[in-house]
Nanobody, 124 residues
Framework: EVQLVESGGGLVQAGGSLRLSCAAS????????IGWFRQAPGKEREGVSC????????YYSDSVYGRFTISSDHTKNTVYLQMNSLKPDDTAVYYC?????????????????WGQGTRVTVSS
């Protein structure tokens, strides 16, 4: 059974940093693409960053490029999202997801499994 468990969310002031973690189990880490998405109240789910374990390619949305960094630790089957220079607009519930045949990394429909989400609130 595939399981994804996010952690690391919380309340932070604008300009601060947080590191989100996504602990994965139940599948072969190397065969999947792993993405971070977020959803703010009243808005659609947005693809933030994606990492293809098989070829090492990464994707970042324009809204987070240069501020967020996705990384992984294969020994722990964990993917991280380091978020720096946070803005109030980054406030959302953040989800990690995995997909076996991801072509468009920012498309939520291409991912097969999702975590329960972790809430990030950035105060101004």
């Amino acid at each position: 059974e595939v399981q994804l468990v996010e952690s690391g969310g919380g309340l932070v002031q604008a300009g601060g940093s947080l590191r989100l973690s996504c602990a994965a189990s139940g599948f072969t880490f190397d065969d999947y693409a792993i993405g971070w998405f977020r959803q703010a109240p009243g808005k659609e789910r947005e693809g933030v960053s994606c990492f293809s374990v098989s070829d090492g390619t990464t994707y970042y949305s324009d809204s987070v490029y240069g501020r967020f960094t996705i990384s992984s630790d294969h020994t722990k089957n964990t993917v991280y999202l380091q978020m720096n220079s946070l803005k109030p607009d980054d406030t959302a519930v953040y989800y990690c997801a995995v997909g076996s045949a991801v072509v468009v990394p920012q498309a939520a429909s291409e991912y097969d499994y999702w975590g329960q989400g972790t809430r990030v609130t950035v105060s101004s």
